[in-house]
């Protein structure tokens, strides 16, 4: 649907969103959801998509990945607050530090096997970026940099600072309800599966977004800019490749994910004036404040998870994460067909997302953002 007929139907619209939304899924369970996510600025959306989408959103976690988790976080209650969502969902801190990975570990592989050309949370510590509004870098993770929050600092306070174990509660609580979605690095799923080996199993599945296929071949192939080749550097999986590989093998339902697929849809200046045209904080803040340059990555992934019939290409594989720390492919997935998958592991069959119809990708997040959902949900 256009842009133009949402403004006409007007309040039509919001009546026909909020009827085909259902508290149940087509198992007559409930469907519950809980994000993990190194949140920012403008990366509220996926929350309102599900939310949007009918889904309960059982609370949000913070992770460390493009910024340090406690960073994350605090934007994930500064998102929610805009709309006067953080009474209904709450936001628990996620772990500080990857499973082993460390600043100065990553700086000397990037040494050894080549710079990534975005480097997150362990990029060089730089002061004077952060004071201009550069998220937190190296140094103390529990540094906050309050320039950063272009959406307000938050007024309230975080629900926890144990994510994984609070994560773990609730699927326990709530058995085969609960889908994980991963919008960052995977640590604190990892640290789920490893407190309860029965966590994944217990689950709804788990979406994704982040595992680029052949990686290292289309930063060099199509990255003419470090800008392009920023696009496929998959700091979700880099940052802590040994929670990927735990999270991405472990005994979930269903692995959804959107790594290639995930750069098929970039905002633009027209699409953000239509989207402030209805006015409110998330509109308002996403106009002002959209990188024009980069895609919607995680909003693609939980749109393709939302509306699979908008998936128009997909493919079926068994998927591994090279752990190995002398590997220049550190971090990166390996994909196998069945009859070639190594037979010493336990590996997962993945639906991994390719390509999704674009124009009805920007009317959900329309949609989504011109008439977010309120407590109590």
Known sequence: MHFSNLVLAGAAVVAAAAATNTTAGDDGKPRKMILDNDWASVAFLPILQALDAGWDVVGVVGDTADSWS??????????????????????????????????????????????????????PENATAEQMGGEPT????????????????PKGQLAGELAAAWMVEQVRANPGEILIYSGGAFTNIALAVRMDPAFASLTRGLVVMGGYIDSVLLGAATGRTLLEADYVSDINLKIDPEAAKIALTAD??????????ANQVFADQQFLDELVEVKNPYTTLLHEHTDLTLPYWDELAMYAFLYPEHVTKSATFYLDVDTAWSSPYYGNIIGYQKALKPAAQKLQKVNYVLEVDGDNFKDTIKRAAQYPKKCPL
């Open 70 to 123: 406690l960073q994350t976080s605090l934007h994930a209650l500064a998102g929610l607050e805009l709309g006067n969502l953080s009474s209904c969902i709450p936001v628990h801190k996620g772990a500080d530090y990857p499973l082993l990975n460390t600043p100065e570990l990553f700086q000397l592989w990037s040494t050894l096997h080549g710079k990534l050309p975005w480097e997150g949370a362990f990029a």
């Open 252 to 261: 979930f339902p269903a692995i959804t994910i959107a790594g290639n697929g």
């Open 138 to 153: 190296s140094g103390d993770p529990r540094r906050i940099s309050k320039a950063a929050f272009f959406e307000g600092f």
